[in-house]
């Protein structure tokens, strides 16, 4: 199921600070992301680690450091961001789908409109990936009709319509009713032995414990504690950890 | 501890409905509420009346023989005249003898088909919109109406081009000339509303700049200074050979005036959009102009309808104003109609005329938003 991968960094990101105002929110990141890696990153909230994976596709902008994501360095450039951004697809904790267009239409959009697709090939392209998400049935509907589960697993689709190499997920599930965590997480464990590169900021423990390579505990700006699965949940070096894993696995 | 069992539903008490128990519940449910309903009766006794008296009752309606689609409908005797009408009731003869110059104004009166075929093909236009909504080419169909309209419409009412004799602006007038200036002014004011209001959300600080300064100098501004600047401080820009029309004047001030009210009710509905939409269109890869047309202007500008209609029916009411800078709108031929020495000092019955006509128009536009919403409501539809 686990690969140990020996392929190339597809993401690699150095001496990474980002400030809001004055306030110091991702301290000296550094941090490597090899192709096809399935990387799980938790820490309590306020940590940073929404902030980190936004800057992986230059949703925030960060002041010191670099990004390089399969070789393109992250900079203003507006040509280069697309450039990543149609490599690079993020899933948001609130889905973000386009409430005004169908679910067909929020999945060919970017398809359509940045990669030039026809809409014949870009459609049946989106109703392959609507059938994968199981929900092939609702294509026509609007966002709004659907459960939590289902509109989190069509912004999955969406993310996958223009075939990325890499995925962002930003607490897929946390706003979702607990019986539909499940759904979402499925697809997602789907994807993660197809071998795509992704990067879950997560608290769902039981995922990583099944899918990650690495997972990467956070607090208070900065990278605290990385390791493999199986170490990462015995064997805890930092307090600060410990506390988290007490925190989060009693229940 | 025993189920229950699954209850059937059952209608609510007798004392629950009925028209007695809504008049008790509503109009008088306590002792101030049925005071103010009393009060409300009596005023309604002390106005009623005297209005339907003066309006209908004892109006003189007598038209004289009356031609509607080649049917003789016979009103009275002859038409009255003002002073065989009195001065107690409306005279309505006085508005059908005037009807052409309300509606027209000064417009020729061999030419009147010229307007009527606008009106008409204003309302094919209407229509269309509604018929090709199935069509394959819609949006070409619609994009080819809308921009061969006001073409044909130009030529028809004005001429020139050696295909219809001209008419001077001038001598447009009346409802006409009210509902050009209007359709004219909400019109193009819309997508220069729009370029503002994203202007003013810009991260460019000259574009947002600029866009602020101009916003907030318009609306600080009454629309009447806006007229009087037109059309005395803009001549001052050319050189004295060249003239530029009254009534395009007045549009350009008008639209502009407009424009700045127009990017504050599109801002209103662009902030209502959560950021995370921009973030999903940002994160899949669209461009700046991408992202606002294809995500955000279609959510800000459906929920801003019901604003953008009020303040272009604000804007309709307030074209009226032309008047002081000598255009013959719908409200200031009331004026010249009552001039006229055979129907000398019937203003009445003009502003009461002009009145009801612009309510059932600016009423009907009301609605219309509200059927629009209900069209573009796809977040709800279940």
Known sequence: MKKESISKNIIEISELNKWYGDFHALKNINLNVKEGEIIVVCGPSGSGKSTLIRCVNFLEKFQEGSILVDGTELTDDAQKIRKIRSEVSMVFQHFNLFPHLSIIDNLTLAPIWVHNETKAESREKALKLLDRVGIKDQAEKYPNQLSGGQQQRVAIARSLCTSPKIMLFDEPTSALDPEMISEVLDVMIELANEGITMICVTHEMGFARKVANRIIFMDDGQIVEENDPENFFTNAESDRLQLFLNQILTH | MPINELQATRNPPKSQIGALLWIKENLFSTWM???????????????????????????????????????????????????????????????????????????????????????????????????????????RILVGLLISYPVVSYILLLGGFGILPTVETYKLGGLMLTLIIAAVGIIISFPIGILLALGRQSELSTV????????????????????????????????????????????????????????????????????????????????????????????????????????????????????????????????????????????????????????????TMSRYSKKLELRFNTENKN
């Open chain 2, 208 to 363: 947002r700049f600029f866009s602020v300064m101009y916003i907030e100098f318009i609306r600080a501004v009454p629309l009447i200074t806006i007229l009087f600047m037109a059309s005395n401080v803009l001549p001052l820009f050319f050189d004295a050979g060249v003239t530029m029309d009254k009534l395009v004047r007045a549009l350009i001030a008008i639209t502009l005036f407009q424009a700045a009210y127009m990017a504050e009710v599109v801002r209103g509905g662009l902030q209502a959009i959560p950021k995370g939409q921009y973030e999903a269109a940002d994160a899949i890869g669209l461009s700046y102009y991408q992202k606002n047309i294809l995500i955000v202007l279609p959510q800000a500008l459906k929920i801003s309808i019901p604003n953008i209609v009020g303040s272009s029916i604000s804007l309709f009411k307030d074209t009226t104003l032309v008047l002081i800078i000598g255009l013959m709108d719908f409200l200031a031929v009331v004026t010249g109609a009552a001039a006229d020495k055979e129907w000398l000092g019937r203003h009445l019955e003009g502003y009461v005329f002009v009145a009801m006509v612009l309510w059932v128009m600016l009423y």
């Open chain 2, 33 to 139: 509420n049925g005071a103010l309903t009393a009060l409300s009766l009596y005023l309604l006794y002390i106005s009623v009346p005297p209005l339907l008296n003066w309006l209908l009752i004892s109006a003189n309606f007598n038209f004289g023989t009356v031609n509607i689609f080649g049917f003789s409908l016979q009103f009275g005797e002859e038409m009255a005249t003002n002073s065989n009408c009195g001065r107690n009731a409306a005279c309505w003869p006085f508005i059908y003898e005037k009807f052409d110059m309300f509606i027209y104004g000064f417009y020729p009166r061999e030419e009147l088909w010229r307007p009527n075929t606008v009106f008409a093909l204003t309302a094919l236009l209407f229509v269309a919109v509604r018929l090709t909504n199935n069509l394959k080419h819609k949006n």
